[in-house]
T-cell receptor, first 115, second 112 residues
Framework: GAGVSQSPSNKVTEKGKDVELRCDPI?????LYWYRQRLGQGLEFLIY????????KSGLPSDRFSAERTGESVSTLTIQRTQQEDSAVYLC?????????????FGPGTRLTVT | SQQGEEDPQALSIQEGENATMNCSYK?????LQWYRQNSGRGLVHLIL?????REKHSGRLRVTLDTSKKSSSLLITASRAADTASYFC????????????FGTGTRLQVTL
């Protein structure tokens, strides 16, 4: 079946502009995660959604970052007033349950470049 | 700081050789997972080992976990060129049932 999809695959934006990244999780997966990966680095947790529970926003680096999820489907990550340090690959993952004993399935990522 | 740190940062071997990567972490965990990332398939889950397990196998992969030393190792036997990728360990710290903490990764290069 279809995996996790993300759009756009690449985004180049000017410093100060807002960007919106989209993630479509695997159907039936109740948990959704956003990560950031800078060049040559590991993954940095940003935010986690589980069903109708309040999201875990503990990884968001600043108030310029926000995310929403519609029910148990699409999620959008918004970065306002982008800065050059926001340049990274943003990865979305979904899993069957919020319990991390279930493996996470990752999308291909959105490569964001802030000029 | 990263919960998990892989060692070595980079590893180059020839096809057919075994590759061993290590992961150290700082806090107690529920489980530890290994993921592979390459340009072709993105980030893919390889294997999960629970805190009460010491060793686990999956095909050519062997994972060990030593909770007393807070460390894990991933062994890939009879490596292939297709194993070329970055390998990350990810821990599920106890008390944080919602998120994985990833290490910085080991870049494995398998040459013919």
């Amino acid at each position: 079946g279809a995996g996790v999809s993300q759009s756009p695959s690449n985004k180049v934006t000017e410093k100060g502009k807002d960007v919106e990244l989209r993630c479509d999780p695997i159907s039936g997966h109740t948990a959704l995660y956003w990560y950031r990966q800078r060049l040559g680095q590991g993954l940095e947790f940003l935010i986690y959604f589980q069903g109708n529970s309040a999201p875990d926003k503990s990884g968001l680096p600043s108030d310029r970052f926000s995310a929403e999820r519609t029910g148990e489907s699409v999620s959008t990550l918004t970065i306002q007033r982008t800065q050059q340090e926001d340049s990274a690959v943003y990865l979305c993952a979904s899993s069957l349950s919020g319990a991390v004993k279930y493996e996470q399935y990752f999308g291909p990522g959105t490569r964001l470049t802030v000029t | 700081s990263q919960q998990g740190e892989e060692d070595p940062q980079a590893l180059s071997i020839q096809e057919g050789e075994n590759a061993t990567m290590n992961c150290s972490y700082k806090t107690s965990i529920n489980n530890l997972q290994w993921y592979r990332q390459n340009s072709g398939r993105g980030l893919v889950h390889l294997i999960l080992i629970r805190s009460n397990e010491r060793e686990k196998h999956s095909g050519r992969l062997r994972v060990t976990l030593d909770t007393s030393k807070k460390s894990s190792s991933l062994l890939i036997t009879a490596s292939r060129a297709a194993d070329t990728a970055s390998y990350f360990c990810a821990t599920d710290p106890t008390g944080t049932a919602s998120k994985l903490t990833f290490g910085t990764g080991t870049r494995l290069q398998v040459t013919l």
